[in-house]
């Protein structure tokens, strides 16, 4: 084990699927000569030259459709769209090229592309700041991940790259520089499986990307105040693990949702009804989402700081919680 | 390549195939006997025969909403196309798509979208894959005067051309969109004077002469296949009905009139006539023989059962969970 970036951990799963399969090769916007706008692809163009690590024109539209015919005579691209509010250029070839191969080849044939992409915000304006991996959830053939720690996103990139179906897979702007814990040998992080960040007794937070964080924060200050709080990192949110959420709400009685994109029509509202649906003897209080204000996020840094949520937004709703009776 | 007397009679078979289909097809969906209203090509059989024909193995087609030749000339089963135009069970997808939109890799057919110039972009990534697996294969792209005008035509295009992609973009101008006129949507008037734009060679081609598009693609893909990269075939043609069976006919009856005068099925028949390659009693034998095979398909599809509906249900993923 040694501590290393989120940053280099997406670097060593790219570099390691890239040295084990001849088929697997990156593409996108100054991914190559500069190693990406948010270096994750540095020293990848010297290792592997530039026949798979391959800069592109300003063409997000056409890089992606490109990957979906790469990825349909067997090969395995990784397109970089360096934010997620580009993906808006591309959503013609996520959403009816690549979502859809599968089943309209009943199963026959496969779209093994993996676009990767930077969310949240991070001061970098309203259209460069969107969490807009709800969308993607709402697309049935599509797989969706948002990983929150080093380790996660390693294993969970190898996983997306080796995985025969197309996924769209979430780097919260905010973790890059995030260090973490991660074995020095080849592993993987399956899809659908949540992972138990802290275990706890009193109430379930479900937390995803750059909130997992400040959830975990949040839980030392609400130990000293004797609550004793679960946080659930789903990981994946398509497939998404619904029975540990469950199971963990089964637990607590209270559920806490949070992430740093819009609330209404986030994936906060999707896990909330499913617990009402599946889950509702389990409720001691009434689900809350922890999210941004439907707004969008705001330039100037105290505007920021007020959208996007805080650990205090996740203490104030936890302590709701538990005063309901 | 050099073609035989073989190949031309071939040729003529194949377009008179996708011509008696076709008007069938479309009496069927009227019918409603078939669950897919087809957009009918007729009129542009040359475009996608001249063009798929003689083509390897390995290399990949991506037919437009016009071209239900490339499906013929590269092998689709006359009984899958119906089934699949009925939604039966015996398709190869189980009515998952429509016949037009499915993809055969066995047959060198890549999938497609309804989104019309959607393919440029896919039909790239597909040349994209056989240059960095280093084969000498080709993908045909085929796509309308319309689909010239989507930014994915920009986008794809020059993608194809800096990295010298072994695609071969054939656009079928039959100079009108659905109902617009192609003259209103564009201030030029040829397609391939785009290509020098990209930096890649464009041509116009009589798209009615069913040799003239086969020899124009031919030596785009000797292009393509030796490295040198993209190119651009504009092949004006026209088609007889609108733009669906649904829809009524709006344009003027002199224009069509001039068009069907330059029928390329009677084009390259007056030839093969000509100089003895065939004779009528072999081309009424051919079209019986391609009338009894079009029947006994949508018999077969109509015999057919529905898929489950269950089965609406499965293969959104090949792989569900898991992984890793």
Known sequence: ?325 | MELTDEDLREMYRLMVLCRRFEERAVQWWREGRVAEGLLPGVGQEAVGVGSCYGLRGGDYVLPSLRTRAAFFVRGVPLREQVAAMCGKGTAAYRGKTTSHHAGYPEFGVLVGTSLVGSSIAVAVGAALAMKLQKRDNVVIDFFGDGAANRGDFHEAINLAAIFKLPTVFVCENNLYNMWVPTSSTMAIVDIADRAGGYGIPGMVVDGQDVIAVHEAVQEATKRARAGSGPTLIECKTYRYFPHHPSMKEDRPVAEIERWRARDPIRILERRLLGEGTITEEEIERMKREIDNDVEEALRYAEESPYPDPETALQHVYVQPWGGG
Not at chain 1, 24 to 48: C, H, M, N, R, S
Not at chain 1, 103 to 114: E, R
Not at chain 1, 222 to 232: F, M, P, R, T, Y
Request: proline share 6%; hydrophobic share 45%.
């Open chain 1, 1 to 325: 084990m040694r501590e290393i970036s989120y940053r280099e951990a997406l670097r060593e799963a790219l570099i390691e699927e890239m040295r084990r399969d001849d088929s697997v090769f990156i593409l996108g916007e100054e991914i190559a000569k500069y190693g990406g706008a948010l270096g994750v692809t540095k020293g990848l163009l010297d290792e592997f030259g530039p026949y798979r690590v391959i800069d592109t024109p300003i063409s997000e539209s056409a890089l992606v459709g490109a990957g979906v015919g790469a990825a349909l005579m067997g090969m395995r691209p990784v397109v970089e769209i360096m934010f997620n509010d580009l993906l808006t250029l591309c959503m013609d070839h996520i959403v009816n090229s690549a979502a859809k191969v599968s089943y309209v080849h009943d199963g026959q044939a496969s779209c093994p592309l993996v676009v990767r992409t930077a969310h949240g915000g991070l001061r970098w304006g309203v259209d460069a700041s969107q969490s807009l991996e709800a969308w993607f959830v709402h697309v049935p053939g599509l797989k969706v991940v948002v990983p929150s720690t080093p380790y996660d996103a390693k294993g969970l990139l190898k996983t997306a790259i080796r995985d025969p179906d197309p996924v769209i897979f979430f780097e919260p702007k905010a973790l890059y520089d995030v260090v973490g814990l991660v074995p020095d040998d080849d592993y993987t992080v399956p899809f659908g499986v949540a992972d138990v960040k802290r275990k706890g007794n009193d109430v379930t937070i479900v937390a995803f990307g750059a909130l997992v964080v400040k959830a975990l924060a949040a839980t030392q200050k609400l130990a000293l105040k004797g609550i004793d709080a679960e946080v659930i990192d789903p990981r994946t949110l398509t497939p998404l693990d619904k029975g540990a959420i469950l199971d963990s709400v089964r637990k607590t009685g209270r559920l806490v949702i949070a992430h740093d994109a819009v609330k209404t029509g986030g994936m906060g509202a999707e896990i909330a009804a499913i617990v009402a649906e599946e889950g509702l003897g389990y409720l001691k209080a009434p689900v809350k989402r922890v999210a941004n204000p439907d707004v969008p996020v705001a330039f100037s840094p105290p505007l920021q700081e007020f959208i996007l949520p805080q650990e205090e937004d996740l203490l104030e709703a936890v302590e709701n919680l538990m005063a309901c009776a």
